[in-house]
């Protein structure tokens, strides 16, 4: 089993930046691609970014300039979150499969944190 914990969520105003970050424990060997989502209120989950052990990333269209991911090892991943907007605000999920490809759906993720907000105010 694997437990995911994000932190780095809070508030900022819009055009600030925030770093996120989740920290993987338990079977970390069975974990290869670790991602990114978000839920804002009364929308569907939706991919932010994912990465796997190989360093590919797959990016959402409505993030991609503004935030980075990366991963220092097999149990940490980071999300660097700049030029943040009001509809940036959302809670931020933190999630992890065994397979490989950063192209998948929401359904393929075998583990996902708790969550943590970011609220970004205009």
């Known amino acids: 089993q694997v437990q995911l914990v994000e932190s780095g969520g809070g508030l900022v105003q819009a055009g600030g930046s925030l770093r996120l970050s989740c920290v993987a424990s338990g079977s970390i060997f069975n974990i290869n691609a670790m991602g990114w989502y978000r839920q804002a209120p009364g929308k569907q989950r939706e991919l932010v970014a994912a990465?796997?052990?190989?360093?590919?990333t797959n990016y959402a269209d409505s993030v991609k300039g503004r935030f980075t991911i990366s991963r220092d090892n097999a149990k940490t991943v980071y999300l660097q979150m700049n030029s943040l907007k009001p509809e940036d605000t959302a809670v931020y999920y933190c999630?992890?499969?065994?397979?490989?490809?950063?192209?998948?759906?929401?359904?393929?993720?075998?583990?996902w944190g708790q969550g943590t907000q970011v609220t970004v105010s205009s």
């Open positions: 990465i796997n052990r190989g360093g590919a």
């Open positions: 999630a992890a499969r065994r397979g490989f490809s950063v192209v998948v759906s929401e359904s393929e993720y075998d583990y």
